[in-house]
């Protein structure tokens, strides 16, 4: 515990930019309910919310959990809701001011509730859904309704959102007015709901494996199947595999599930020479 304190205060105290212009402050009510009753928070919760600004969001959350780490990057932003805790008596809210690009996560099990910049909304993901971010369990994050829409798009061609998918579950929730913000971004904006799946498709330890072999998989999105696995299975092998998969030869790439890509991932692993494996 001490270690980590001291780890987060000194990368607190590097350089943190105080002109950040990615976040838009969330300030209508009923939004702020709206996202709350998708987050569905239980009591005992461990919450981490990315981008607290002025507390619109930090304090709805206070009343619902037993604990709140509130990150902000923004020196004056953080010592204003730093004094407003400690004037409400909410010893249960920590105010950090850090940048959650090299903040340590928590450790143990934690949710996040956020209002993200969307200008890093990739940079958050790869910390949250990456190895640091283990602990996590569940997202509810407004994010830009366009980055929603794609993270939550049935056919993917991007091999990293496709690892992704194969530990956790993306879904779009609702539409977030462009106005219900200030100040107010130059699109929509959206709830999306991150959840980890109680059974992940691949092993964690093999995540940067699959993206290699998703990424060399996909650069024939287009292609059957069987003709872009000839070149990782043997002929022998690739009946086999596209069975146990519900496959067949003509299938499209594009058009495989995540099971599927899970079943034929794990077939690579299983009966093919580590040789033939593809690397990035």
């Known amino acids: 515990m001490k270690r980590h304190s001291k780890q987060n205060r000194a990368r607190s105290s590097s350089k943190i930019s105080p002109n950040f212009t990615g976040q838009h402050l969330l300030h209508n009510p009923k ?19 990315i981008g607290a600004g002025k507390g619109g969001l930090t304090f709805p959350i206070g009343e619902q959990v037993r604990k709140v780490i509130a990150v902000e990057i923004d020196a004056a ?58 602990a996590l369990q569940k997202a509810t994050l407004i994010v830009e309704k366009g980055a929603a829409k794609r993270f939550t798009q049935k056919t993917t061609f991007d091999s990293r959102l496709l690892m992704w998918k194969m530990f956790f579950t993306f879904k779009l929730e609702s539409v977030i007015p462009r106005t219900d913000f200030a100040p107010p971004p130059r699109v929509d904006a959206a709830i999306m709901i991150i959840k980890r799946r109680e059974t992940a498709l691949i092993p964690m330890q093999e995540a940067k494996r699959f993206v290699a072999f998703a990424a060399y998989v996909l650069r024939g999105y287009k292609a059957p199947v069987s003709e872009v696995l000839r070149g990782i299975f043997t002929p022998a092998q690739l009946k086999i595999v596209l069975a146990q998969a519900g496959l067949k030869r003509e299938h ?29």
């Open 77 to 134: 932003y953080a010592q204003a809701l730093k004094s407003k805790v400690i004037a409400s008596e909410r010893s249960h809210i920590s105010i950090v001011h850090a940048d959650i690009r090299t903040y340590c996560l928590p450790t143990s099990s934690f949710s996040v509730v956020a209002n993200i910049p969307f200008s890093i909304t990739t940079p958050i993901l790869e910390r949250l859904l990456g190895a640091e971010g283990r």
């Open 31 to 49: 939004t702020i309910k709206r996202l709350l009753e998708a987050a569905r928070l239980q009591t005992n919760d461990t919450v981490l919310e």
């Open 252 to 280: 499209v790439v594009a058009d495989m599930d995540l099971q599927q890509w899970g079943t034929l991932f794990h077939a690579m692993l299983k009966h093919v020479p580590a040789h033939r494996w593809p690397r990035k």
